[in-house]
T-cell receptor, first 117, second 116 residues
Framework: AQSVTQLDSHVSVSEGTPVLLRCNYS??????LFWYVQHPNKGLQLLLK??????LVKGINGFEAEFKKSETSFHLTKPSAHMSDAAEYFC???????????????FGQGTTLQVKP | EAGVTQFPSHSVIEKGQTVTLRCDPI?????LYWYRRVMGKEIKFLLH????????ESGMPNNRFLAERTGGTYSTLKVQPAELEDSGVYFC??????????????FGNGTRLTVT
């Protein structure tokens, strides 16, 4: 069975300081991992994805995540927070069937990022 | 290209009533998914269509929920009769390919359902 755990339900940073949102995963197979973001009253937007290629994945809006198999982690980082980054972030793993990672996704509990001026 | 569209954006109904949610996927996307987030819980998978066929409906909570995708275009999710615990945000997503590595899911803005 696959699962993801987001270690913080709420993170607060000051504008211009680094962001770290933590995610641990559990998977019997080589996982496909994603980070999605949801801004208020908006849909879920894909930030980045890991699909067994490079372990350091760059996404949109300056975000990146590093896949660490030894630590079963997929933490999301950004060097400098912007006010517009305030949103809820979801770490997600895809359920694997046969040889494919499917669109049946398992979501973490979500981390709300607050950015203070 | 137009994104995934969901209608209505909000719905408030009384317990025992019927509600139908609609999702229009991105044109050409054969794969359509429904997800739900109940208050305070994780977003959870409900079901997956490939064209008009239900590929996986393992996440449907009970037989009060009926999903259809006639003609393989838009999809509806009907809740009949609605119960208080059905309140939450219902998301629809679509993708071109079955394998998410090649074709990530595109999500709609969701329908917020409140059952009173």
């Amino acid at each position: 069975a696959q699962s993801v755990t987001q270690l913080d339900s709420h993170v607060s940073v000051s504008e211009g300081t680094p962001v770290l949102l933590r995610c641990n995963y559990s998977s019997s197979y080589s996982p496909s991992l994603f980070w999605y973001v949801q801004h208020p009253n908006k849909g879920l937007q894909l930030l980045l994805k890991y699909t067994s290629a490079a372990t350091l994945v760059k996404g949109i809006n300056g975000f990146e995540a590093e896949f660490k198999k030894s630590e079963t982690s997929f933490h999301l980082t950004k060097p400098s927070a912007h006010m517009s980054d305030a949103a809820e972030y979801f770490c997600v793993v895809s359920v694997k069937t046969w040889s494919s990672n499917t669109g049946k996704l398992i979501f973490g509990q979500g981390t709300t990022l607050q950015v203070k001026p | 290209e137009a994104g995934v569209t969901q209608f209505p954006s909000h719905s408030v109904i009384e317990k025992g009533q019927t509600v139908t949610l609609r999702c229009d996927p991105i044109s050409g996307h054969d794969n359509l998914y429904w997800y739900r987030r109940v208050m305070g819980k994780e977003i959870k998978f409900l079901l997956h269509f490939v064209k008009e066929s239900k590929q996986d409906e393992s996440g449907m909570p009970n037989n009060r929920f009926l999903a259809e995708r006639t003609g393989g275009t838009y999809s509806t999710l009907k809740v009949q009769p609605a119960e208080l615990e059905d309140s939450g945000v219902y998301f629809c997503a679509s993708s071109q390919d079955w394998a998410v590595d090649n074709s990530p899911l595109h999500f709609g803005n969701g329908t917020r359902l409140t059952v009173t």
